[in-house]
């Protein structure tokens, strides 16, 4: 089959979009010669710059609406793709792509949609009613959109960033100007998109405290609207370091391509860590790793504890019924995190 060009698109989230990476590059194991577009939102667009798989980025401002969409439809139209991958599959998508190509593509374009397994997680979530168990991550069915011109089983998962020479220079003068180059660091990312995902920023502290008590040295992520690492940092007598609200997207990953471990809520930093190829202990309280978002490398695992009412939510919102309010992140103990820390750093 002949392929000159492909679209994908995934508007949001940011660990969406990390997760999405394989896609380019197995489409274009597939098909070399094909020029890979990606449509995304100018919020995230930056996380997919310098990747050798795609050949542009198609920023969308959702803040322009309709016209801007209109605008972005009749542009792909006249484009000639010859597969798109939808790998969103939002309202926003799907009238896109029906303004662009027709529900089911026109002529010779081919559009191919993610399952979103909603009504199984929908009957985890309410019921508990587990049918996802043997589902693939959410990595893996981003490959799988690729099934028909490939083995799923023989496609690569395995994500994958690029920060640019810029971008590894100045992380690397944050890193020296700081007596941190050399040493044996530990990524905490203490906060999450929302507060029913985040354990205590007192066991992030008390964490902190004893990983430094056995010789790493401890560096706080997050994003400028988190409050956690500066309150570390306030109440640490021997100070980590509050890179929160200082770097790029591709300037964090970069950070923890320097890191033996990345500790962090359900949150983009695990997918962040992972990408560059450092372990991550991820805590799971209201929300579990059936819904595709659980940690993939070897030494990387999932912190969570069997509750019956787990998981009551899909991301974080909404408000805990449990009697004993957020028992599901109360009950990890930071021995927990600092057993399992101790067994992927060996220090």
Same mark, same amino acid.
Not at 280 to 285: Q, R, V
């Given at each position: 089959m002949q392929v000159n060009r492909v679209l994908v698109i995934r508007f949001s989230s940011l660990g969406d979009i990390i997760l999405l990476t394989p896609l380019f590059r197995e489409i274009k194991k597939i098909f070399p010669q094909a020029h890979i577009d990606f449509l995304t939102s100018t919020t995230f667009a930056s996380i997919c710059k310098n990747n050798p798989h795609i050949d542009q980025i198609i920023p969308f401002d959702r803040k322009q609406g309709k016209e801007a969409l209109n605008l972005i439809a009749r542009q792909f139209a006249s484009q000639q793709y010859d597969l798109v991958f939808d790998a969103h599959q939002s309202l926003r998508s799907r009238l896109l792509l029906k303004k662009s190509f027709g529900w089911f593509g026109s002529g010779k374009t081919?559009?191919? *949609?993610?399952?979103? *397994?909603? =009504?199984?997680?929908? &009957? &985890?979530?309410? =019921?508990k009613i587990n049918f996802l168990k043997d589902f693939?991550?959410?990595?893996?069915?981003?490959?799988?959109?690729?099934q028909?011109?490939?083995?799923?089983?023989?496609?690569?998962?395995?994500?994958?960033?690029? @920060?640019?020479?810029?971008? *590894?220079?100045?992380?690397?003068?944050?890193?020296?100007q700081n007596? &941190?180059?050399?040493?044996?660091?530990?990524?905490?990312? @203490?906060?999450?998109?929302?507060p029913g995902k985040c354990w205590s920023k007192d066991n992030f502290l008390e964490l902190t405290k004893q990983l430094q008590s056995q010789g790493a040295? #401890?560096?706080?992520?997050?994003?400028?609207? /988190?409050?956690?690492?500066? =309150?570390?940092v306030d109440n640490c007598e021997q100070k980590p370091l509050d890179l929160s609200n200082e770097l790029s997207f591709l300037e964090s990953a970069e950070v923890l391509s320097y890191c033996k471990l990345a500790?962090?809520? /359900? +949150?983009?930093? #695990?997918?962040?860590?992972?990408?560059?190829?450092? @372990?991550?202990?991820?805590?799971?309280? @209201?929300?579990?790793?059936?819904?595709?978002?659980?940690?993939?490398?070897?030494? +990387?695992?999932?912190?969570? #504890?069997?509750l019956p009412c787990r998981p009551c939510s899909r991301n974080g919102k909404g408000k805990c019924t449990n009697k004993i309010q957020r028992q599901c992140l109360r009950d990890i103990p930071v021995e927990r995190l600092m057993q399992a820390a101790m067994n992927v750093l060996k220090i």
């Open positions: 081919q559009i191919f *949609r993610i399952d979103k *397994r909603s =009504w199984q997680r929908n &009957l &985890l979530l309410l =019921w693939p991550s959410q990595r893996e069915a981003y490959c799988q959109l690729l028909k011109f490939a083995d799923p089983e023989q496609l690569d998962s395995s994500s994958e960033l690029f @920060p640019s020479a810029a971008e *590894r220079e100045r992380v690397h003068q944050i890193l020296e007596n &941190l180059l050399g040493e044996t660091l530990v990524a905490i990312g @203490p906060s999450a998109s929302f040295k #401890v560096l706080l992520l997050g994003g400028p609207e /988190d409050i956690e690492p500066a =309150w570390i500790i962090s809520n /359900d +949150s983009a930093i #695990v997918h962040f860590a992972e990408a560059m190829g450092t @372990p991550a202990l991820s805590i799971f309280g @209201p929300t579990v790793k059936e819904f595709g978002y659980g940690a993939f490398l070897e030494h +990387s695992k999932v912190i969570e #504890v069997n």
